[in-house]
């Protein structure tokens, strides 16, 4: 182990134990992290990169967890957690041989973690400040209550959470997910460790958002000569923190080197195919056949007609619940959406977004304004009124593990709505409807034969949409439905829409926060901020030539490969 390492890990294996079945988490992976180094590791869900990191801070449980081999050499700088020793003094320690109250000493004071979903990470029952001062008290026992308040005050302005005195006793579910994930990030920080692991910690976060987080983790590391493990499966990510680069398969790092040579010139054929697959390489679609579609929509005409639309929820306080104010989630939209087209609708969380996709689809009853589908007006319709144009319009939603019925098998899923718009003559008609309907989204017609826990993320995700098609409809609202994808499986998904598009003549409209989806996949784009639509036009002009400050602001933020 060099001077300047940090940790060295060894040819380290780290085995589940899952029923009978034993799975090879991490299979023999060797690597080192430098001083001031930040480090990423990528890969697709399942490869082992959270493993990995869990084994280094050695938080697996013991109960189905073993390592048969390798040492994961990590210098430990004893004294002063708080980083006023002049000359702190390193001891190497092999992290797989200490006992648990060792452990306890190395773990948050030395090396710290951030967790991906800061909402399941934060104790709900105690105010942020509690919990930072917790952590200060338990690696600096000889610090006041006093003393550890100042601290934990300074660690919140330190990440940037504006009013940091008024934020201390707040709850975590009083915070927005990026004041959460900063206040994980003080958390992590506040016992200055030598090594900080994030996993996956920009993942939720709005571009903007992302931006904040990630600048803050550099400077702080610059300021500090801190060493970030990141894993993330952002390569526009990797492209702007990391030094280094390893990319991870099936328990096994198949790939490592410098973030320049990785990102531009990979050497192994998986690492290829995951850049290949990042939208900013994906192949453009031909310029010629997007003017034909462009022609040709414009003379179709709009499909689905928005105007003055207001959906506005009531703020009620005091003893009898009067209502004193309203949220504004979609404030005076006017939008128009032309058939064949795919829109994409994007903005930051909070925006109105999913609420403005929910009340074109009438699944939220506007407060005001007009929604029409071929010309035929929905605002003020009763539910057995829309029944004949629901079948016109689906949606497809953001987390197909909530919206699919675990008791259902996909054939039951996919029939369903069938039945109940009397499409098909029999249950066996229907049944071979719905095989056709999943070849269409690239599964096997045995996969009805299924449950929803059989699949992976992307195959949920493709379920999802098959039974959005199965109506055969005119219209899908899809809702972040690349959001959770590995890069690879979102890319199939994309050029899957489009293929579906030209089949069927299908309007989609696409919400969003990925900029580099939107490039690729749009052929209109409309940016909403605060319920409002402050910019929209056609992708190529509101993404390469933005006018609104805010939209300005959204293409800045976006990481980029190159």
């Not at 089949?503 to 900029?515: A, S, V």
Request: charged share 25%; with cysteine; aromatic share 4%.
């Amino acid at each position: 182990m060099s001077g300047s390492s940090l940790v060295q890990v060894n040819d380290l294996k780290t085995y589940l134990q899952s029923g009978v079945e034993t799975v090879k988490a991490v299979d023999g992976v060797s690597f080192t992290i430098e001083k001031g180094e930040t480090f990423c590791l990528v890969g697709e869900s399942g490869s082992g990169k959270s493993i990995l990191a869990l084994s280094i801070i050695q938080l697996l449980p013991a109960r189905i967890s073993s390592h048969p081999s390798g040492e994961i050499l990590f210098n430990w700088r004893k004294g002063n957690n708080l980083g006023q020793d002049s000359k702190p003094e390193y001891h190497q320690v092999n992290m797989l041989n200490l006992k648990e109250k060792q452990l306890c000493d190395i773990r948050g004071s030395r090396i710290a973690m951030i967790f991906q979903e800061p909402m399941t990470s934060l104790n709900p029952v105690y105010s942020v400040g509690e919990q930072i001062i917790e952590a200060l008290l338990l690696h600096n026992p000889g610090l006041s209550e006093q003393m550890a308040k100042e601290r934990a005050l300074q660690a919140m302005e330190e990440v940037q959470i504006k009013n940091a005195a008024g934020r201390f006793d707040n709850y975590p579910h009083e915070l927005s997910g990026g004041q959460r994930q900063r206040i994980m990030i003080a958390m992590a920080l506040a016992c200055e460790p030598d090594l900080l692991i994030a996993d996956e910690p920009t993942t939720a976060l709005d571009v903007t958002v992302q931006a904040e987080v990630l600048k803050l983790m550099k400077e702080l590391q610059e300021r500090k000569g801190m060493s970030i493990l990141f894993i993330t499966h952002d390569f526009g990510v990797v492209a702007q923190i990391a030094h280094k680069v390893a990319v991870m398969k099936q328990g096994k790092l198949v790939e490592v080197g410098e973030t320049k040579q990785v990102l531009k010139q990979p050497q192994h054929l998986y690492s290829q195919k995951l850049l290949a697959a990042v939208p900013d390489n994906l192949p453009r679609r031909d310029k010629t056949a997007q003017n034909t579609r462009q022609k040709k929509t414009e003379q179709q005409g709009a499909l689905i007609e928005a105007r003055k639309l207001d959906v506005f929820f009531p703020i009620r306080k005091g003893l009898l619940q009067r209502v004193v104010d309203h949220v504004r989630a979609v404030d005076d939209v006017s939008i128009d959406i032309n058939k064949g087209k795919i829109v994409a609708l994007v903005g930051e969380s909070g925006s109105g977004k999913t609420t403005l996709g929910r009340a074109i689809l009438q699944l939220q009853k506007p407060t005001a304004g007009s929604v029409t589908i071929d010309g035929h007006e929905l605002v003020g319709l009763s539910n057995k009124e829309l029944k004949p144009w629901r079948r016109k319009m689906q949606i497809s939603f953001q987390d197909p593990q909530s919206s699919l019925n675990p008791r259902l098998l996909v054939a039951k899923t996919i029939t369903e709505p069938m039945k109940v718009h009397g499409i098909g003559s029999s249950d066996e008609d229907r049944i071979e409807l719905a095989a056709d309907v999943l070849e269409s989204v690239q599964l096997k017609r045995e996969f009805m034969w299924r449950y929803p826990h059989e699949f992976s993320g992307g195959q949920r995700q493709r379920i999802g949409l098959a039974r959005a098609l199965a109506l055969n409809p005119e219209f899908i609202v899809c809702d972040e439905i690349t959001s959770a994808l590995d890069v690879s499986v979102q890319a199939e998904v994309l050029q899957l829409l489009l293929e579906i598009r030209e089949q069927r003549d299908l309007t989609l409209l696409f919400i969003t926060h990925n900029i580099a989806v939107v490039e690729y996949l749009s052929d209109e784009t409309i940016v909403m901020k605060n319920g409002k639509v402050v910019e929209q036009g056609l992708t190529g002009d509101v993404c390469g030539n933005p006018q609104n400050a805010y939209t300005q602001k959204l293409l800045a933020a976006v990481p980029r490969l190159n």
